[in-house]
């Protein structure tokens, strides 16, 4: 299997966090708050790299700073996320043990994504929610507004789901960002996609794919991305900021 993040992770700069970390019952999570009160929050879904990866916390600061209490739980619950040093031979096996359509279940019977929103709603007086997922979790963000008639809006980076009609049926507003030249989704399939939203969706949603970009390419801090592609990575910054605004 190839390696679908074609930006080299171990080439990617370091992090220095503005959030910090907190206990939810079983889920462990990184949080970053405005500096004024705000009863908006985004819930933050990371890639295979996990809670921890810096790109991934970088972005929760950057949504933080637009106003919003953001908050990107562990949603791999402690196991271990996918590694850079690990082989993508083995990819297909890890991801059978770390299923985004799951992340509203675990062996304990919580659903995880109420443990957070409820975190959100008695903890920080959130009132509307919105949710944002990279690549693994841009799966689980698809999934989500699909069952969670609690998440305001959507935004679904670089992530698909295939197989049942049930997969275009959105409860809420929902943003499909795509790359041009990412690997691991085709052209064909964002195609299908568009067509049974088109069919089934009954609330607004919106699809764009950004010329030349590949997988991962939204989540790269500014001192990691190349010069021909930050003007889109900044248009697909500037459009995730836009929806959640809209909605949230």
């Given amino acids: ?21 907190v206990q939810i019952e079983h889920i462990k999570a990184y949080v970053c708050r405005p500096s004024f009160f705000t009863d908006k929050a985004v819930i933050v879904i990371h890639d295979v790299f996990g809670w921890m990866f810096p790109d991934i916390r970088y972005i929760v600061d950057l949504i933080a700073g637009h106003g919003y209490i953001t908050i990107c739980p562990d949603f791999f619950k402690g196991t271990d996320p996918w590694k850079t ?22 062996r304990s019977q919580f659903r995880e994504a109420d443990v957070v929103l409820k975190y959100l709603k008695e903890q920080c007086d959130a009132k509307k929610i919105g ?32 197989d049942s009609e049930e997969r275009y049926n959105l409860l809420n507003p929902t943003f499909f960002i795509f790359g041009e030249k990412d690997h691991t989704i ?14 089934y969706c009954k609330v607004e949603y919106k699809i764009k794919v950004y010329p030349g970009q590949v997988h991962g390419f939204a989540q790269l801090k500014p001192e ?19 929806w959640i605004k809209m909605f949230v």
């Fill in 1 to 21: 299997m190839a390696d679908p993040f074609l930006y080299h992770t171990g080439d990617r700069s370091g992090y220095g966090c503005l959030g910090h970390e």
């Fill in 85 to 106: 040093t690990d082989h993508w031979a083995d990819f297909a096996d890890w991801m059978k043990h770390h299923d985004p359509m799951k992340v509203d279940k675990s």
């Fill in 131 to 162: 949710i944002v997922g990279f690549s693994w979790g841009g799966m689980a963000v698809h999934h989500l507004m699909l069952k969670n008639p609690q998440l305001t809006a959507g935004v679904s980076l670089y992530g698909i789901i295939r």
């Fill in 186 to 199: 085709s052209y064909d399939q964002i195609t299908l996609l568009e067509e049974k939203l088109k069919q």
């Fill in 224 to 242: 990691d991305m190349k010069p021909a592609d930050k003007p889109y990575i900044e248009e697909a910054r500037q459009d995730m900021f836009d």
